[in-house]
């Protein structure tokens, strides 16, 4: 049983900066659209219309829509009856209009080779690659597996999966086999598309051994792609192929037919899937279908960023295996006909200042990234940004969890010169699309805050009797359906059901904490449920958990996530050995590599507390809270609903000579 959600607010304080306010630069022009109150006011009052307008200008239809909106709380459809193909609107509709010629990504290796693709060199791929898919048995309604580093082969994949109508579901390259064989039996992948893998720090990070190990225990799949990533560009991958099984990408690609007209989509047919972690162990497969999501990333896209597809070069930081990354890098930018850079590695190969060499070179306008970047970058030192010319600059924006007043100042007058608009966007893999941010050069910012909601969208802080909340601390909830929302978890309706609807009646339930203050602005505080930020990473408490109990020397575990100063939250693990095991340093570290192995290396905890006992209720629940508390090296709360108050002082004794992963 997840444990209750806490009472947000404790930790407010630590986040407000209420009174420091940043109006819209005067040189900032918002020209793509006159956004004023009456464009908030108007959306609010018929957020259909609203809606039904962004579709209708954003967004090409072979087929209009009957009827915007068909809400049955929570099941939500929009633009019933229409139809269209993503990957049309992305591609096929600007090459149409004559903007062929114009680039979709700069993209950039990690060892500095450089590949430009226009649309037209997009589109081209894409129907290569879509009938490359149709020859491998993959028709309309299939899923099909993603798990590639930042090539442009990724993209490509996910557009021509959109193309011939099957669902993607991108698994990030971190992950484990076991992560990844769970993911494909999930959705019942039929294909899945790979590289030999990926250039991280210098070093090729490979992948198909990884396919290999999950694909032992994956009946559905029945081909593998395999794009020639490392071997291609110097690197030493030795690749095993199974006859019959696996094939090159660019051997598939020679033979393949130029030509592959786009499969007319419902506008209710599925798009993709994305796992992402919740409560429990078992990670749930985010349903994200065609015509509201691609009209709200598209929209989101255009006004957040003040795009100007003509003049701006976009650069989103973020991994395609994150939903930023679909929305963000993939749908957003090319349904607008946006012009992005796309970098492979990390931002300190060759050096320090990678990122803001690319910002120079590519002429980067709207940079948009994490607050665990910024915090790694000012950690780094402004000498770093100053080596580069960063006058191209023009909006920043941050995303995945709470940014600092610190680090969003840092932000500001470092990489923004004082000059740039910052857009703090607030959103999740279920939303599916920005739905709380600023608007450049229209909204007054203050640093930490993601200020209002967008217009169309709804938000409204609860207590825990579900009163509304106007101004203070509550919990975050969404209270009218979104064109970009989930539309389920995959095979599990009533999962969807308790997950997001069913804790406050009628309202959608975010799991994040937040406060509105005496100004209006909504401050969000991050997670009140088991979910864990790690350098903007979802990770639940429980997965991690039962990665840890797997292991036969571990008889109990229970995992926080402590505030850390660069990463957001650093993943704190206290754990009980089966009898006969001694604790030390030997056993800690493999216990971390086990959680690496099992789930992947995002979830590899920093520090591990062992312990005789742990903190329960005496209904037998984990006090989460308390062990969040020693981990923080917090005054310890209320502890008198404890079965045994003594385990909490032995644990804090503990936690402050635990070995750690720095
Ligand atoms: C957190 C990432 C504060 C939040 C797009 C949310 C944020 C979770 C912000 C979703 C922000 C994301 N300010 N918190 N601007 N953006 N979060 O699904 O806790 O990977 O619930 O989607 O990230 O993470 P997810």
Known sequence: MADEPETPGATIEDYLLEDRTFPPPPAFKAVALVVDTTMYDAANEDFEGFWARQAADLITWQRPW??????????????????????????????????????????EGEPGDTRTLTYADLLAEV??????????????????????????????????????????????????????????????????????????????????????????????VEHVVVVDRIASSGGEAEVAMTDGRDHWYHELMAEAATECAPEPMDSEDLLYLLYTSGTTGKPKGIMHTTGGYLTQVAFTHKYVFDLHPETDVYWCTADVGWVTGHSYIVYGPLANGATSVMYE?????????????????????????????????????????????????????????????????WYHEHIGASRCPIVDTWWQTE???????????????????????????????????????????????????????????YGDPERYRDTY???????????????????????????????????????????????????????????????DDVTGQAIVAFVTLRGGVEPGAGVGEELRDHVANKIGKISRPKTIVFTDDLPKTRSGKIMRRLLRDVAEGRELGDTTTLADPAVVEEIRKRAMSAPSDD
Request: proline share 7%.
């Open 345 to 409: 590695g990390t931002p300190d190969t060759p050096g320090r200042d990678r990122f803001w060499d690319l910002v120079e070179r590519y002429q980067v306008s709207i940079l948009y990234t994490a607050p665990t970047a910024i915090r790694t970058f000012m950690k780094w030192g402004a000498a770093e940004p100053e080596k580069h010319d960063l006058s191209s600059l023009r909006v920043l924006g941050s995303v995945g969890e709470p940014i600092n007043p610190e680090a969003w100042i």
């Open 501 to 563: 609807w069913s804790r406050f009646e009628g309202r959608y339930f975010a799991g994040d904490g937040a406060k509105i203050d005496s100004d209006g602005y909504l401050w969000v505080l991050g997670r009140v449920d088991d979910v864990m930020n790690i350098s903007g990473h979802r990770i639940s408490t429980t997965e991690v958990e039962s990665a840890l109990v797997d292991n036969p020397k571990v008889a109990e575990a229970a995992v926080v996530g402590a505030k």
């Open 66 to 107: 009957d009827t915007v909106l068909d809400w049955q709380l929570p099941f939500a459809k929009w633009f019933v009856g229409g139809r269209l193909n993503a990957s049309e609107n992305c591609l096929d509709r600007h090459v149409e209009a004559g903007l062929g010629e114009r680039v979709a990504f700069h993209w």
């Open 127 to 220: 129907q290569r690659f879509a009938n490359v898919l149709k020859g491998l048995g993959v028709e309309k309604g299939d899923r099909v597996a993603i798990y590639m580093p930042m090539i442009p082969e990724l993209p490509v994949a996910l557009l021509a999966c959109a193309r011939v109508g099957a669902a993607h579901s991108v698994v990030f390259g971190g992950f484990s086999a076991d992560s990844l064989s769970d993911r494909i039996n999930d959705a019942e992948c039929k294909v899945v598309v790979t590289a030999d893998g990926g250039w991280r720090r210098g070093q090729p990070g490979l992948l198909k051994p990884t396919v290999d190990v999950a694909l032992a225990s994956t009946p559905s």
């Open 431 to 489: 939303t599916g699309a920005i739905m709380i941010s600023p608007l450049p050069g229209a909204t007054t910012t203050k640093p930490g805050s993601a200020t209002f909601p967008l217009p169309g969208i709804a938000a409204e802080l609860v207590d825990n009797d579900a009163e509304v909340v106007p101004r203070g601390g509550g919990y975050l909830t969404l209270t009218r359906p979104w064109p970009a929302m989930l539309r389920g978890i």
